[in-house]
């Protein structure tokens, strides 16, 4: 089966940069997705990584290391707006199926 | 563009009563997902199908039953209803490159009394 680990929750404040970091445990690893839910919405896609090594995309940028099974999103330049739950997600199999992990609340203070 | 659409996108059951949720994508994708989001944990696979015609069991099938007559719709079926099945439930889509990205619906959320 699959397992993912992240922390359930970080605060960081206004202007700062945080890490939220996942492991996982898994039978067939195709990579490791980031995604965004704002309370009462649905998930956004953040990023993906298939290959180890450092993915940036505007204030977000993700790593990938598959020897270690980890993998870290790291956003900078915080904004209030970024207050929400983030999962990482395991590719796995045929069917672009996801194994989700149970999400890390980010609060973003003043 | 649409994207994904659900609807209803808020019920109340009793205990026993059956439903149909149902998922349109407006993207033509060929996978289509359907997951449950309970507070504190992550979504969990219920069903997932890989074309039209096609369904195949996720993380948490018991319970319910899916199908995919046409590329755009997935219907999520609950015969039974029991309070164990209140949850959020989304809906997704995806292309069939192993790069793509699931895009998700807006969710319903239902509540078994």
């Known amino acids: 089966g699959q397992s993912l680990e992240q922390p359930s929750e970080v605060t960081a404040v206004e202007g700062a940069i945080v890490q939220i970091n996942c492991t996982y445990q898994t039978s067939g690893f195709y990579g490791l997705s980031w995604y965004q839910q704002h309370d009462g919405g649905a998930p956004t896609f953040l990023s993906y990584n298939a290959l180890d090594g450092l993915e940036e995309t505007g204030r977000f940028s993700s790593f990938l290391s598959r020897s270690d099974s980890y993998g870290y999103l790291l956003l900078q330049e915080l904004q209030m707006k970024d207050s929400a739950s983030y999962f990482c997600a395991v590719r796995t199999g045929g069917g672009n199926k996801l194994t989700f992990g149970t999400g890390t609340q980010l609060k973003v203070e003043l | 563009n649409a994207g994904v659409t659900q609807t209803p996108k808020f019920r109340v059951l009793k205990t026993g009563q059956s439903m149909t949720l149902l998922c349109a994508q407006d993207?033509?994708?060929?996978?289509m997902y359907w997951y449950r989001q309970d507070p504190g944990m992550g979504l969990r696979l219920i069903h997932y199908s890989v074309g039209e015609g096609t369904t195949a069991k996720g993380e948490v099938p018991d319970g319910y039953n899916v199908s995919r007559l046409k590329k755009q719709n997935f219907l999520l079926g609950l015969e039974s209803a029991a309070p164990s099945q209140t949850s959020v439930y989304f809906c997704a889509s995806s292309g069939f490159s192993s790069t793509d990205t699931q895009y998700f619906g807006p969710g319903t959320r239902l509540t078994v009394l």
């Open positions: 993207m033509n994708h060929e996978y």
